[in-house]
């Protein structure tokens, strides 16, 4: 996956997940999603109860904060400038804006694997190929010890890797009680499409991000 990933420059996506954040279940969200390295995002939702939200982040820009456009009457007549980690990001999601991402769920599967196995702790199965929305997928399981005081990410991770691309497209994660907290898919998945600072300048007329900045 950090091979096939290293050659990716550029990929959008409907990016698709569905948490639990503090004990209760949130709605299913869905957003377009455009990447550029060294980490640009842009997020656009096409569904759930904030659709119409907009959101770029670039880092060393706007002092490491994303901006937001929110969809409304009032909250619509301003950006908002916010840390990514922010209270009010987290109380919505399991994760700031920066882990959004192929690159960030690589990270965290390679790290908590490569440590796991070192440590005699990691049970992998193997599933075998299925089809899935875009092609056949690898359907890979890991179990890590079932003790949040290992340190892991979670207890247990269902993966399904592109066998075109070798890139992960979907990954449900499973907490120490094995309740399902998070699941998250990358469908419509484009790799290295030509996009520029274009895509992630707020003052393109695409997009609806109103020129007052308000910082939080």
Do not use: C
């Not at 840390?83 to 920066?98: G, K």
């Not at 960030?104 to 990691?122: H, K, M, P, S, Y």
């Amino acid at each position: 996956m950090q091979r096939a990933f290293g050659r990716v420059e550029t990929y959008t996506a409907r990016f698709v997940r569905q948490e639990v954040v503090e004990g209760e279940l949130r709605p299913r969200e869905e957003a377009l999603l455009k990447w550029q390295r060294p980490g640009r995002i842009y997020l656009r939702w096409l569904s759930g109860p904030h659709r119409g939200r907009e959101i770029i982040y670039v880092p060393g820009r706007e002092d490491g904060r994303m901006l937001v456009r929110e969809p409304g009457f009032l909250t619509g007549l301003a950006t908002f400038a916010l840390v990514p980690d922010s209270p009010r990001v987290l109380r919505e999601s399991r994760h700031p804006v920066t882990d959004v991402g192929l690159g960030r769920l690589i990270e965290l599967i390679v790290a908590n694997a490569r440590r796991a196995a070192a440590a005699g702790e990691l049970t992998l199965r193997d599933h075998g190929e299925a089809p899935g929305p875009a092609g056949p997928e690898r359907r890979l399981e890991a179990l890590l010890p079932r003790d949040p005081g290992r340190g892991y990410y979670s207890y247990r991770l269902e993966l399904a890797v592109s066998v075109e691309s070798s890139l992960p497209v979907r990954a449900r994660v499973y907490d120490w009680d094995d309740r399902l907290v998070g699941d998250y898919a990358y469908l419509e998945l484009r790799l290295n499409p030509p996009l520029g600072q274009r895509d992630f300048d707020p003052a393109n007329p695409e997009y609806a991000f109103p020129a007052w900045t308000l910082r939080w």
